[in-house]
């Protein structure tokens, strides 16, 4: 049995490494590598999109820092900001529109990689956001992070956790979805709350926040 688990994990090990050599710094699960506490390049890449070259982050967070955050499965990064006058900005780089705030400076990465490729920066910055190979990028900063995920050993390890944990969100989630399911049921058919907790193995609160009808 232990024998078949250790062939389970380095199966999954050699797979996550050969979709490591193929991805991309716009695949969300590099992204969230490529910008974890890394504010330098962050700060680079919303400079080219913001077209603010004064541009200083204050902050910046990956969709991994943001789990608990309404909306935060489309956001590839959110960064805090603020410019040579002053002024404050809060800006997400998204996927997609999905869960979009309006009050918010958006970036959809999808629309940037459609229209921007020329050889202007943030066309550059776009060509480089699509290569696999740190050496064909135009970027020094995205080149030299590139690299170390994808062929230093610590940061193939530190990619690799990255799909790991991934994974695990995954079965969390799938798991909780089937839960709350489950306690809808089990609810509708008059069954306690506390015993309701108590059979799929979440807390009463939590069981008592997904049966609270949400204001629209």
Known sequence: MGEDENKKRERRHQEDL????GFRPIDDTFMRGLFKENIPLAELV????TGKPDLVLLKCETQADMKRVTGARSVCLDAYATDSTGKKYDIEVQRSDNGADPHRARYHSSMLDIEYRDNSDIGRLMHDFNCTNASDMYFDLLAEKTRYLKENPKGVNEMCKV????????????????AKSTAIKLNQKG???EDIADSIGFSI???KNWLTPKAV
């Open 191 to 193: 069954l306690p709350i």
């Open 46 to 49: 919303l400079r080219i999109i």
């Open 18 to 21: 050969e979709r490591l050599r």
């Open 205 to 207: 609160e939590t069981v």
């Open 163 to 178: 799909m790991e944990d991934l994974r695990n969100e995954s079965y969390a989630e799938e798991r909780e979805e089937q």
